[in-house]
């Protein structure tokens, strides 16, 4: 007996409607919902955040002074 596949649904990152896999804006539900959330990536609402792994900056961080570069040293 061969399972029928379901299609992959999931729901559009800034309106919660559902989305498949088929429509054209996918994973988005709109043209107008794609732009809502690139401008907030534009605007810096979203953010990737990394552990920062320089002791030095580190140290900078912990002591409460802004972390220099080496270009203005």
Known sequence: MNPKKKP???RCPTCKTIVTVADQDFPFCSDRCRKIDLGKWASGA???SSPILD???LEDLESGQRPH???ND
């Open 69 to 71: 570069s080496e270009e």
């Open 46 to 48: 979203y953010k990737i």
């Open 55 to 57: 002791p030095d900056v």
């Open 8 to 10: 992959v649904v999931l």
